[in-house]
Structures are given as structure tokens and as C-alpha cells.
């Protein structure tokens, strides 16, 4: 364990921040899996918007890479006009 306040501190905030980011990294997973289990196209419309905002969000706070939402993002835009064809 830590010796100094400091370092105790950090560890602290750490696994608060942890146990943060885990839970959005969890619920934005599971919300990308309810778009592509989707197979109407009105729903899967509704629900891009939302998703690629959480994956914004989760880009934004460092939680995933920047290009990883961007990459997910994208697959699911193709995944949603395919459906509408």
C-alpha cells in the first residue's frame, strides 16, 4: 500500500476514477450491442444518435481512443443504412 498522504490520495481517486469509467465503458458497450442486435430501421435510426454521442463522450474523457469511437461510430452508420436499403 501507499506510504505518503499523497500517494494514498492518488489511489484513491484513481479507483473512484476506475470504478467511473468502467461503469460508462460497460453501458456504452452494452448500447452498441443492442444497435447491432437491432433489425428494424426506425429503432436503429433513433438509437445512433445516442450511442455515437456516448462514444463521443467516452472519447472525450480519455475512457477509449478517439479513433476507436470514430472507427465504432462508423461501422454502425454502415450498419444502420443497410438496413434502411
Known amino acids: ?25 460497460r453501458t456504452t458497450r452494452n448500447a452498441v450491442r443492442a444497435l447491432r442486435a437491432t433489425t428494424e430501421q426506425a429503432a436503429a435510426v433513433a438509437m445512433l444518435p445516442k450511442v455515437s454521442g456516448m462514444l463521443d463522450k467516452l472519447a472525450k474523457i480519455n475512457v477509449i481512443h478517439k479513433n476507436k469511437a470514430a472507427n465504432l461510430k462508423s461501422s454502425l452508420a454502415l450498419y444502420v443504412n443497410k438496413l434502411s436499403a
Open 1 to 25: 500500500m501507499a506510504n505518503h498522504k499523497s500517494a494514498e490520495k492518488r489511489y484513491r481517486q484513481s479507483e473512484t476514477r476506475r470504478v467511473h469509467n468502467k461503469y460508462y465503458a
